[in-house]
Nanobody, 121 residues
Framework: QVQLVESGGGLVQSGGSLRLSCAAS????????MGWFRQAPGKEREFVAT????????YYADSVKGRFTISRDNAKNTVYLQMNSLQPEDTAVYYC??????????????WGQGTQVTVSS
């Protein structure tokens, strides 16, 4: 069973940046596409970004395209999300997982605790 631990969230002003990390343990995730997801209060969890197992292909939700960058280090079993030009609407709890399909909001493994990102205006 894979355990996922997200970190790097915090409180930032509009226009600021954060870098999230997701450390996987229990098995290697290098053979899986990995993704970031987010859930704002009162809303459904939504897809943010996906990266292929090799890192050669990436996909983004329209709302974050051009501002967020997903990357991975398979040697460290870790996935990252660089978030720039943050806006208040980016406020949410951010999670990582292997998506059940390329741009879906479903995850393959149990969800971690997530990391809170709060963007003030």
């Amino acid at each position: 069973q894979v355990q996922l631990v997200e970190s790097g969230g915090g409180l930032v002003q509009s226009g600021g940046s954060l870098r999230l990390s997701c450390a996987a343990s229990g098995r290697t995730v290098s053979g899986y596409a990995m993704g970031w997801f987010r859930q704002a209060p009162g809303k459904e969890r939504e897809f943010v970004a996906t990266i292929s197992w090799s890192g050669g292909a990436t996909y983004y939700a329209d709302s974050v395209k051009g501002r967020f960058t997903i990357s991975r280090d398979n040697a460290k079993n870790t996935v990252y999300l660089q978030m720039n030009s943050l806006q208040p609407e980016d406020t949410a709890v951010y999670y990582c997982n292997a998506p059940t399909s390329l741009v879906s909001a479903g995850g393959t493994w149990p969800w971690g605790q997530g990391t809170q990102v709060t963007v003030s205006s």
